[in-house]
């Protein structure tokens, strides 16, 4: 059984969101940011976490913040 992500375990900066806990990082592209990479951080750590809820918490992090963006 795999742990599912929780919001705080995410931090959020301007290069992109990392999961703490496994250190993986969602970096959006440069002329695209709603599209973007993901770094693998520790995988030792990662086969904890469902790889894909990580990925898509993150991404979905991201889009939040760009509607934050785009408003303020």
């Known amino acids: 059984m795999t ?5 705080d375990e995410f931090e959020l900066s301007e290069d992109g969101v990392t999961h703490k806990p496994t250190g993986h990082c969602f970096r959006p592209h440069p002329g695209d940011p709603g599209k973007g990479f993901i770094e693998a951080g520790n995988q030792l750590e990662a086969r904890a976490y469902n ?14 913040h760009l509607i934050k963006e785009t408003r303020s």
């Open 3 to 7: 742990i599912k992500p929780r919001h």
């Open 51 to 64: 790889a894909e809820a990580v990925r898509a918490m993150a991404v979905r992090l991201w889009a939040q």
